[in-house]
């Protein structure tokens, strides 16, 4: 695997992060942030996917820029194009929740996710499928990507038993017995009728052993290599099928599961087994140095990774897609992300607040709200709350991630790169922690 530099100490990047911050307070990054500040804030509607673009085979990715390992891309899938780096909201039971189809559309999203694992025990993915599949049950025309449910069944701890054949689970709903294998999984995913499917793997625990990650590695490439081989048969045509690498943040088991999986027959490769545990300054670390090495013809998604900073580190190192519960979770907890940090909307100092959420912010919940409505209505627990705070904090998400695509297409991605991590060190730096779906 390829190097740049070598190891840091582990919380080096924190260190420069930390003086970063310090730096800004002090004044001496003012200057280029004013000047900078107009790129960050675009409309993430931007560049969505035209009607009028020329229909490409399901599985075409094309790179359209590039600055430095960050790029710009364009994925096909059979509902349409998304445009990459892509920030995907949560949709696990088929659902962000309190947003209607074109709640989404209006803040830029193009694809969102759902769960195999919570949609085949509710509401079940043969009834999904006899509902016309998860795009008409939902009403998305958009590109759906659905993970295996791998994940949430390995976090079942005392509920299940791994053997080289798949996982037998207890699930946590009612303690049913059920058995999950790489090709069951690809069934229900052909059932639910998701644009992208990911694969079964065995992702370990952030402190696992080396030899642990070592044996959850192996069975993975494993799985992996029977999932290739029973794709074209279980899946439609047009439904595409990403692979996973694990390895935890051992950059030698990485670079060897890379090798065992570039050859196999995938539309698109993942990092998972991040975010589960690790210090950010080494998951950080880790993708700089292995998402460089996936096949640079095809899409790369690290799962479950959504803070700011995981976001723009993620760009930087040339990951195309990810996805976090992170805005709709915090928004129902009341926590809403701005350009100047966040905002606990619980707070009495809002009570009579008569400013938007973020003035700068497009969404219609800054366009029509106020900052004294949003916390009237968490105060007395009215639906409306969830709906306007969710949909206000995928727009920042979306609006953070597009002008870091934006400026990939216009060449000018090293000032607004700057310029965002100027707003990271300052107010989203470090103590947010990284979500899983």
Known sequence: MRRRSPDPPLFAQFEVAQGVRLGIRRGIWHASRVSVDPLLHVDPCADMPRADLPLQTPGHFEVLAEDGDARAGRLWTAHGP????????????????????????????QTILANAYHLTHRPGHERVRSLGGLHQMMDYAGPILTDSGGFQVFSLRGLQKIDDEGVDYRTHFDGSKHRMTPESVLQVQANLGSDICMVLDHCPPGDASTQQMQTAMDRTTRWAERAAAA???????????????????????????????????????????????????????????????????????????????????????????????????????????????????????????????????????????????????????????????????????????????????????????????????????????????
């Open 82 to 109: 998304m445009h990459t780096p892509c920030f995907m909201p949560v949709g696990t039971y088929g659902a962000v929740k309190g947003l209607l189809s074109e709640d989404l559309r209006s803040v830029g999203s």
């Open 231 to 437: 794709r074209r048969e279980l899946l439609a045509p047009g439904q595409l099928c990403f692979g996973i690498v694990q390895g935890g943040t051992d950059l030698a088991l990485r670079a060897a599961h890379v090798r065992a999986m570039e050859g196999l027959d995938f539309d698109g490769f993942a990092l998972g087994g991040l975010s589960v545990g690790e210090p950010v300054p080494r998951m950080h670390a880790t993708m700089a140095e292995v998402a460089p090495t996936l096949p640079t013809h095809k899409p790369r998604y690290v799962m479950g990774i959504g803070t700011p900073w995981d976001l723009w580190q993620a760009v930087s190192s040339g990951v195309d897609m990810f996805d976090c519960v992170i805005p709709s979770r915090h928004a129902r907890n009341g926590q809403l992300f701005t350009w100047e940090g966040r905002l606990n909307i619980k707070g009495a100092r809002f009570r009579d607040d008569g400013a938007p959420v973020d003035h700068r912010c497009p969404c219609a919940t800054c366009q029509r709200f106020t900052r004294a409505y949003l916390r009237h209505l968490h105060e007395s627990g009215d639906p409306l709350y969830v709906r306007l705070a969710t949909l206000h904090n995928i727009a920042f998400f979306h609006q953070f991630v597009g002008a870091m695509r934006q400026a990939l297409l216009k060449g000018n991605f090293g000032a607004v790169s700057k310029g965002l991590f100027g707003v990271i060190s300052e107010h989203y730096l470090p103590e947010e922690a990284s979500g899983k779906a």
